[in-house]
């Protein structure tokens, strides 16, 4: 089975864990994923099964990589992982006024770098950092660009939870917006939940839970039916039709003339997803064949 699987990722969890028990349900040895959760946090984990693995890379370079997420934060609280699963460095009683917060939003949506945290999956000389953070060495991280689209401050829950909407680019940690909210306002802050709910085209309405399809498999229900095609996420990249001539020859590696301009192409042969092309020179050569 070729396609996507859009899970609703839950709190607890790593996203590759994740992704090889939704392998197993649908037989399949072979998967990825786009994007990695905190394991803490939840919402839109698309796994890849099969032959869909090739399509990621197209996916996260060359079409729209923005991201969506809720997330909340706690002032007064300062951990190592920036989230409430650290351990707490230091506390305080500071809590700014919400026109602060929302200054502070204004110069951060302002900014083109960030700080990731330790505790990601950053590669530090051929190490994740938070294998590092982990051991005890002290870390410098260096900033990484990224792009703040949007980023709304959304009100204060009953116990002091504070509720925020960011639209972000890939790259982007959520944990680190938070860090530097808290430092915008003279105060510390910790982040208490994250929820992705859209990421690269998939969206949160189209996500289903692990527990859902542990339930159908179960019951001998029609899992297939949420596996959507390896094409749905690549509507950024344009199409090229081929007949039946010349798609076997494709197939087999053999190159194609045509008159398209140059540039990368969704290649379909009586409406069925071949693979992804690179037309050079009016010569259409594959890339990724399905």
Request: aromatic share 8%; proline share 4%; net charge neutral.
């Amino acid at each position: 089975m070729d396609g996507f699987v859009i899970l609703d990722k839950e709190s607890g969890v790593f996203s590759r864990t994740t992704g090889w028990h939704i392998a197993k349900m649908f037989g399949e040895k072979k998967f990825g994923h786009i994007g990695t959760l905190d394991p803490m946090a939840t919402g839109v984990l698309p796994i890849a099964l099969g032959n869909a693995t090739k399509m990621i890379p197209f996916i996260e370079e060359e079409c729209e990589n923005k991201k969506e997420y809720l997330f909340g934060l706690k002032f007064g609280i300062d951990t190592d992982s920036l989230d409430i699963t650290g351990n707490i460095k230091q506390t305080n009683d500071i809590i700014p006024n919400d026109d602060d917060i929302i200054d502070a939003c204004k110069k951060i949506k302002e900014t083109t770098e960030q700080i990731p945290p330790q505790f990601s999956a950053v590669h530090i000389n051929g190490k994740r950092a938070y294998e590092l953070a982990r051991g005890g060495t002290d870390i410098e991280m260096k900033p990484r660009p990224i792009t703040i689209y949007e980023l709304e401050y959304t009100g204060k829950s009953r116990d002091n939870e504070y509720n925020f909407r960011v639209i972000c680019s890939r790259g982007t940690y959520v944990r680190s917006v938070v860090r530097d909210i808290a430092k915008l306002c003279n105060a510390i802050a910790t982040t208490t939940y994250i929820r992705r709910t859209l990421t690269n085209g998939f969206d949160i309405k189209n996500a289903v839970k692990l527990d859902f399809l542990e339930n159908l498999v179960n019951n001998n229900g029609r899992i297939e039916e949420y596996l959507m095609q390896p094409d749905c996420a690549l509507g950024d990249i344009p199409v090229i039709n081929l007949d039946d001539k010349d798609v076997i020859l494709y197939k087999n590696g053999g190159f194609i003339e045509t008159g398209e301009k140059d540039g990368l192409y969704r290649v379909y042969s009586n409406k069925t997803f071949v693979g992804i092309g690179k037309i050079t020179n009016k010569t259409l050569k594959p890339k990724r064949t399905l």
